[in-house]
């Protein structure tokens, strides 16, 4: 095992504090639950799902306490070259190698699992994503057994007093590739692994197994979970609708337990009325549609702030508020928007990982940029140092407010174009809206 796996490191923590500071503010909302359930000075693994690439095992790190040095592992294909395998190593990370990776190199896990037991008996946590790949959509899939291995070869030091602990996490993002949605990190009770150390004494199979059906369930319940892949877009579709009917009075953690419930609803359904689900799905496919066509967002349908008077009064602030919007878009346009020229200029577009590239390469634009326009308007204003200290955050706070200026102002413009399609009685318009109340009424029933 490498050295550095198990070292207290001065330049991890560093980088970790800019990562984990520029990470919260990635997303408009960061919400944590359930901190109280983090164990210390015991050997933990952490288990989440994983949906987002890179940006799932910084939530976790985002969660834990700001002293700890976790250990990852990660895909063995990072892994190739030799310098970023270094640099992988030094920052607590280990390969994992699948199947798909060729069947030579899977005789190298055991190594690899060997170095996560040490480093559980070190009593030092471990962060594993258990599904072994990842994907899109809200479900958990199959764990694969790597983890619960790892668990009960670091839980024989304790045999059946409690020793190594699963915490189960579920992570919840509002976009997978946009800034400035939320995120909600669950943290679940710790699994203890001596409660199933009998078991695997007499029948490893049967452990493992059981100790898994425990994990996805927890998992489940951590995040939102629909079963069907066929009827994915159906749910979304569903929860929008249902976002849209209280939209301005409800938390998003509110928001986020309706969409578990009808994630659970929608399964059910699939089982027991299926023809049910397929009229739901026909509903919203035509309802995505016509939205499309509208130019329009399910939030439009309803209408308790569309009056004309609230819309110019809108119209008014952001006129007054528009040199704020300019300033922070000046200061913020080659920062903000530099990664995505990058990843077009190099054609990098990996699949579930445009968010992950997008934002660690603006861990470098803004700090370089940001500081480069401090440096120009420091010569404009006769080298006062002061100016050069508060240039750095004006330009981050500018840009914050910038971007509350376009989302306000994109909410305005839907608002104006909802009262004009309303005014020229459109057809599609009404279509839509009725799609909309009927969506809405067989989520009530």
């Not at 279509?431 to 029933?445: K, N, W």
Request: overall charge positive; proline content about 4%.
């Amino acid at each position: 095992m490498n050295k550095n796996i198990l070292k207290h490191s001065a330049v991890y923590s560093l980088v970790k504090s800019h990562v984990m500071f520029t990470f919260k503010r990635f997303y408009g909302e960061y919400i944590v639950n359930g901190k109280e359930n983090i164990p210390t000075d015991v050997p933990v693994i952490f288990a989440a799902n994983h949906t987002n690439a890179l940006m799932d095992p910084l939530a976790v790190i985002s969660a834990l306490p700001k002293e700890t040095q976790i250990v990852y592992l990660a895909r063995s294909d990072y892994f190739r070259n030799k310098k970023m395998k270094n640099i992988l190593l030094y920052f607590k990370i280990l390969p994992a190698f699948r199947m798909r990776e060729g069947i030579e190199n899977i005789d190298k896990n055991y190594e690899v699992f060997d170095a996560c037991v040490e480093v559980l008996n070190n009593r030092k946590p471990l962060g594993i994503m258990p599904e072994g790949n990842q994907g899109p959509q809200h479900r958990i899939r199959t764990l694969m057994k790597g983890i619960f291995r790892i668990a009960f070869s670091a839980q024989e030091k304790y045999k059946l007093k409690d020793g190594v602990k699963i915490v189960p996490v579920g992570v919840d993002y509002g976009s997978l590739e946009n800034f400035g949605d939320h995120i909600i990190i669950n943290i679940g009770k710790p699994i203890e692994v001596s409660e199933y150390m009998e078991t695997y004494e007499e029948n490893q199979v049967k452990a493992i197994n059981e100790l898994r059906d425990r994990l996805t369930e927890d998992m489940k319940n951590l995040t939102i979970h629909f079963s069907s892949s066929e009827y994915f877009n159906c749910y979304e579709a569903v929860s929008k609708a249902a976002d849209a009917q209280s939209r301005s009075k409800t938390s998003m953690m509110n928001v986020f337990r309706r969409r578990q419930k009808i994630a659970t609803k929608l399964s059910e359904l699939e089982e027991q009325k299926p023809q049910l689900l397929e009229k739901l799905s026909k509903l919203t496919t035509r309802y995505n549609k016509n939205l499309d066509k509208l130019q329009l967002k399910p939030w439009v349908f309803n209408q308790k702030d569309h009056s004309a008077g609230k819309i110019l009064l809108t119209a008014l602030m952001l006129a007054f508020t528009f040199p704020v919007f300019l300033i922070g878009l000046i200061c913020n346009f080659l920062p903000f928007f530099s990664p995505d020229f990058i990843l077009k200029i190099f054609k990098i577009n990996p699949p579930g990982a445009k968010g992950s590239l997008r934002f660690g390469l603006s861990l470098l634009t803004f700090p370089v940029f940001y500081l480069i326009q401090a440096l120009i308007f420091f010569k404009k204003l006769k080298d006062n140092f002061l100016y050069l200290i508060l240039l750095i955050p004006m330009q981050y706070i500018f840009g914050k407010l910038s971007f509350f200026w376009f989302r306000h102002f994109k909410t305005c413009m839907m608002k104006v174009r909802y009262r004009i399609l309303k005014y020229n009685n459109s057809d599609l318009l009404k279509e839509t809206e009725s799609i909309h109340r009927e969506v809405f009424d067989l989520i009530q029933a």
